[in-house]
Every structure is written in structure tokens, then in C-alpha cells.
């Protein structure tokens, strides 16, 4: 006899799988993942957990509603029955009632596969939309936030900074919305928790996080924006308090290639939907023309041999703390045309005195530019205004945290991007990469430099250089143009 299994909704965040305890045995292997490098967290080397995200509870039978198909697959390699009650999908919305919409809802020309992004959502009522920087995810939310209005639904939009709280705002206003939108960055007092009247709320989530089960009950939509950020476990609390929230939307530009990665945003969302590429894009013009010119320094025998036992700590500390180097990166940005975006990661150590060079050089050179510091130091509303004012310079030069411009900001008019600090996360490479794609009147080309640093010894390969290899792996996979330069540094 074939055995069966039943999924019912529990509610709008889980189903529930109703089988026999085998088989929910199998479920719950089949939905268990190791966490990519849990071996090195103290919580896995203290043995208070064993580095494992496990999907499916047995004890509550609960799994995240997203991940239905997942069990279609399930049972059908195991010879099992499934009875699915999957009524999320309607194909009765077409592509002419979604370009009808899309043409009276906004002042600007939604592009194709904008359109076409906006039926998928509205047929499959919760989507992982995957489209690339730079490609106008915002108008596709701006899209469905209107159509949700249409029917009397309010909507939570969710932003990981401050920044992006203002930066959507301003979008959506620019794309035609006139009536109030609600903001919630963190600054406000608590009276805000009681007296939403607005369609719209745009908030960071680590705003609202902590709110109780019956304030999320008013939403019936929620969209997260970059919504790569959503594994962690705020941000999980957050849509499983939506329980009555039927529409839910996630929008990224890069997944960080993990299957626990996809699992847990798929769940969260619904199914990952390809928008578009970025290759797409710069083909046709959308997206401005990317060069990439990756920098490796390469460093006297005598230091690298000093550095030959060197932990990832003690080298980036060198690296940071070499004045051969800052110059270089000094001369390097002083000799771009353009605006330009230098990102950082250590903000004492190396954000500041990157930034303090600059100045005393314009002190003493007495140039005329414009440059400006960011990190987390910096409130939300600067840097939005920084934003704006960069976009009307020719020769401004921002050096900005990676957390704080690294993902969603939008600067049209940006020529150059320098990676001042070394990073192997796939997230945060593609993220940055795509603050120089965008477009403007003024500018159709970008260039990144990939500055790295070469302290091997022998056959060994140091951390830093490591990392460059796999940003390489990740220019080979957008099919990127790129070139290797090799610059000796005489310390």
C-alpha cells in the first residue's frame, strides 16, 4: 500500500504535514542542512549546537509554506502520495492585465521584464523575484504595492538600513505616489506602533522585529527588499508573526549560492522567480558598461616571508596598517575622473585614515573636490542627502563602510568603485558591484578596482589572495569583463 501524506495550511507563514512518523523521520532529514562554515562558531565548538538548520519540526509538523514543492519532489522520488492543497498559483491574471496596470500606475515606462516580474507575483501570490542590482526592483514594488491598495490591502515594505527606508520613500514618490507613506527608521517614539492610517509602511527591520503577533495582523502584503538579508533570526521572526499576511514578496539581486541560503528565503517568500541578468541588461544598454581592473599588490620577499604563519587577523591588520599601501590607494582615487565610491571594512583602522589622507592632500595641494566619509557613525537623513548631492557632482569621492553602502543605495551618477578592503562574500562583492551599474544622462560606463594583495611565501597562498580568487570565480559566473594587473608595492 502506498503511503500517503497530507499538507494542509496552517496558516499564511506554514503548512502542516500530516503522515506517519517514518516518513515525517525522512522529512525532517530530508529538510536539514549544515550551516556553510559552523564548524568555526564558537556555539558548534562549544558543542551547545551542531551547526544544522533543520526545516521541518516533527513535533509540530509545521513547515514553511514556501517550500510545498519541495514535498511534491519529496514524494514522488520515494514512491510516496501526496495530498497537496497548493491554491497560491492563478494563471487567470495575464501578461495584457498586468501591462494595462502597470501603464496607469506609474509616470515612468516599466520595462518588459518589470511587467512580466509584476504577473508572476501576481499570479503566484509569493515569489523570491532574483533580478540583478540597478534593474528597478523598486518600480516592481512600487507595482504590486498599488495593485494591493487597489484591493484594500495594507503593505509592509522591509529595508535592512535607515538609508533605504528614505531612498524608497523618495522612489515611490518619484514614481507617482502622492498620498503619505508611514516611515519607520528607529528614531521615532512608540507613538507610531498605534495610529497607522497609511497603505503604505516602509521600515527597517530591526524597527519592528520585537512588535507582538496582533500589530502584523493589519498587513495582508509584506515585500522584502533585498531580501538576501532575511535568514537571520529577527527577520525569520518577522514573517512568521505575518500569519494572516497572504502576499509575500522578496526581492534580490544575489543569492549567496547556499542551498540553506535559497531554502530558507524560498520558504520565507515562495519560489525563486529569474527576472533578469545583468549581462541581459548591459547588452541591451539598461545597465552601464562594466570594466573590471583587478589590482594584485605584490609585496617585497622580506614581508611576506615575516607574514609566511600570519592568522587572517594579523594580515589584514598589516594590510591596513601599511602606509605603501594607503598611498597607493591615495594616488589611485586622486587620478579618477568621475565620481567615485571607495568601500572599506575596518573603520578606525582604515575607513578614517583612508578618508583623513585624502583631506590633508587637498590641504595641501589646495584641489577642488569634494569628499565625504560614511560608516555607521553617520545617520540615515546625511546620508541620503550625500547621495543627492553626489548626484549632481562630476568629481566627488564618497569612502563609505561596506555596511553602509555595500547593498540598495542608488547613485545614477557613479563612474568609479575601488574595493579598498579584501571580501570573499558573494552577497557583498555582486551588492557593491552594483552601486556603479546604474545609468544616468551623464555616464554609460563604470569601473571597478579590485584592489588585492599578494603575500604568498613559497607555496603558500595567503588569505587575502584567496579571497581575490573567488571574486574572479564570481566575474567568470556574470561573465563579467575583467583583467589581472600586477603592481609591485616597495614598502
Known amino acids: 500500500m502506498t503511503e500517503k501524506i497530507f499538507v494542509e495550511k496552517y496558516n499564511e507563514a506554514y503548512v502542516k504535514v ?31 549546537w551542531d551547526g544544522k538548520i ?26 510516496y502520495e501526496v495530498d497537496l492543497d497548493d491554491d497560491l498559483h492563478d494563471d487567470s491574471y495575464s501578461l495584457k492585465e498586468a501591462y494595462d496596470f502597470c501603464k496607469q500606475a506609474t509616470n515612468l515606462e516599466p520595462r518588459d521584464y518589470q511587467v512580466e516580474a509584476f504577473a508572476h507575483a501576481m499570479r503566484t501570490r509569493r515569489a523570491l523575484l532574483l533580478s540583478p542590482t540597478a534593474s528597478g526592483k523598486s518600480l516592481i514594488i512600487y507595482l504590486l504595492a498599488k495593485k494591493m491598495i487597489e484591493s484594500e490591502k495594507k503593505i509592509l515594505v522591509i529595508v535592512p538600513t535607515t538609508s533605504l527606508v528614505y531612498q524608497m520613500q523618495s522612489d515611490f514618490k ?54 538576501h538579508n532575511f535568514k537571520s533570526k529577527s527577520l525569520t521572526s518577522i514573517m512568521t508573526k ?55 599588490l605584490s609585496y617585497p620577499k622580506s614581508e611576506c616571508a615575516l607574514l609566511k604563519k600570519a592568522s587572517y ?36 583602522k582604515h575607513g ?44 566627488a569621492v564618497i569612502v563609505a563602510s561596506y555596511g553602509t553602502f555595500s547593498t540598495g543605495i542608488n547613485i545614477r551618477n557613479l563612474n568609479n568603485i575601488i574595493f579598498a578592503s579584501p571580501s570573499k562574500s558573494k552577497i557583498r562583492v555582486l551588492q557593491s558591484i552594483g552601486r556603479g551599474l546604474r545609468t544616468s544622462d551623464k555616464k554609460d560606463k ?18 587575502t589572495l584567496q579571497h581575490s580568487a573567488e571574486r574572479i570565480k564570481y566575474y567568470n559566473d556574470e561573465k563579467f569583463d575583467y583583467k589581472i594587473y600586477q603592481v609591485k608595492i616597495n614598502v
Open 18 to 48: 500530516i503522515c506517519e512518523p517514518g516518513i515525517a523521520y525522512e522529512l525532517q532529514e530530508y529538510f536539514t542542512f549544515t550551516i556553510p562554515n559552523a564548524k568555526f562558531m564558537p556555539q558548534v565548538r562549544n558543542k551547545f
Open 242 to 296: 505575518l500569519e494572516d499576511c497572504e502576499y509575500r514578496y522578496g526581492f534580490t539581486g544575489t543569492l549567496d549560492g547556499t542551498q540553506t541560503h535559497k531554502l530558507v528565503l524560498e520558504g520565507l517568500f515562495g519560489a525563486v522567480k529569474k527576472v533578469t541578468t545583468s549581462k541581459e541588461l548591459m547588452d541591451k544598454g539598461t545597465l552601464a558598461d562594466l570594466k573590471i581592473k583587478c589590482i594584485a
Open 174 to 227: 518619484s514614481y507617482g505616489y502622492e498620498n503619505n507613506i508611514r516611515v519607520i527608521d528607529g528614531t521615532q517614539d512608540k507613538s507610531w506602533r498605534n495610529d497607522i492610517v497609511e497603505d503604505i509602511v516602509v521600515s527597517t527591520w530591526q524597527s519592528i522585529y520585537k512588535m507582538p503577533k496582533p500589530w502584523f495582523n493589519q498587513f495582508k502584503c509584506v515585500m522584502g527588499d533585498e531580501a
Open 446 to 463: 563604470a569601473t571597478l578596482f579590485d584592489i588585492s594583495d599578494d603575500l604568498s611565501h613559497g607555496k603558500r597562498r595567503n588569505y
Open 54 to 79: 533543520r526545516l521541518f519540526n516533527v513535533a509540530t509538523q509545521r513547515l514553511y509554506a514556501g517550500l510545498t514543492p519541495y514535498i511534491r519532489k519529496f514524494a514522488y522520488d520515494r514512491d
Open 352 to 395: 578614517k585614515v583612508l578618508y583623513n589622507n585624502l583631506i590633508e592632500q587637498q590641504k595641501k595641494d589646495l584641489f577642488d573636490r569634494q569628499f565625504f566619509f560614511v560608516s555607521g557613525e553617520v545617520n540615515a537623513k546625511i546620508r541620503e542627502n550625500i547621495r543627492s548631492v553626489v548626484e549632481d557632482q562630476k568629481d
Open 313 to 348: 587577523q594579523e594580515e589584514m591588520d598589516y594590510i591596513v596598517g601599511s602606509k605603501a599601501r594607503a598611498k597607493f590607494i591615495q594616488n589611485l582615487i586622486l587620478s579618477m575622473k568621475g565620481n567615485t565610491l571607495v568601500l572599506f571594512q575596518l573603520v578606525e
